[in-house]
């Protein structure tokens, strides 16, 4: 298992591919642990990274992740088997906007396109029960958030407008309570209250 993820490291380091960071994910693992986290719906698999050490917690844990991404599925689908967590993890090879499901998850780990996460937390916080939690990564956007108004680019100027927008919505969203925090990032912590 270690080795699978020391090669994971490696092999998303060489290719680009933006895998949870090292206090990110840490963080994620203890509070899957100590809130009994078992259902979790992650939204961008990638390579199956975060979706392993999250599974690895405990055998009771299920996971539904999406991917639109056809080598990365496919990597991740290898990843897992290489560990054995077939039967825990389930990958969905599918753009997150055209996924349905009636299931209900503790936790959903938004986790893809920066510039939709409204639209992701829109559709679906109702398959979140009561008490559950949404946790956001990549508020910082590598440390451009917080400086918005200093970026030239105008793509980039965009994207993280975006996360600003976020980030507002989450502030006011009158059902859920969001903290955020400082590791990894940047992470946010949404649970939905009772009616
Ligand atoms: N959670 C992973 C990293 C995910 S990187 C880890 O920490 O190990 C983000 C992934 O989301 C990318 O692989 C990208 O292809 C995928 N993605 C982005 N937007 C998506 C969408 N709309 N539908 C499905 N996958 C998406
Ligand atoms: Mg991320």
Avoid: W
């Avoid at 060489?14 to 960071?21: D, G, L, Q, T």
């Avoid at 008490?131 to 105008?154: A, C, P, Q, W």
């Avoid at 993280?160 to 912590?189: M, P, W």
């Amino acid at each position: 298992m270690v080795r699978v993820l020391k090669e994971m490291e490696q092999y998303a380091k060489e290719n680009h591919i933006p895998i949870m960071m090292k206090d990110g994910i840490e963080f994620l693992e203890k509070y899957i642990k100590e809130n009994h986290v078992k259902k979790i719906l992650e939204l961008g698999t990638a390579i199956g990274y975060s979706a392993i050490r999250m599974a690895s917690i405990d055998k009771n844990i299920k996971i539904v992740t999406i991917e639109r991404d056809k080598n990365r599925y496919e990597e991740a689908l290898k990843n897992i088997k290489k560990v054995k967590l077939e039967n825990q993890i389930e990958v969905i090879f599918m753009d997150i906007m055209d996924y349905y499901t009636e299931e209900e998850f503790d936790l959903i780990f938004i986790d893809a396109a920066k510039s939709q996460y409204i639209k992701f937390f829109e559709k679906f916080e109702s398959n979140l029960i009561i008490g559950g939690t949404v946790i956001s990564d990549n508020l910082n956007f590598h440390g451009y958030t917080k400086m918005l108004e200093r970026i030239e680019s105008k793509n980039l100027r965009q994207m993280v407008g975006k996360i600003r927008n976020y980030i507002a919505y989450l502030e006011d969203k009158k059902n859920f309570e969001t903290t955020f925090l400082e590791l990894g990032d940047g992470i946010g912590i949404s649970v939905k209250r009772g009616e």
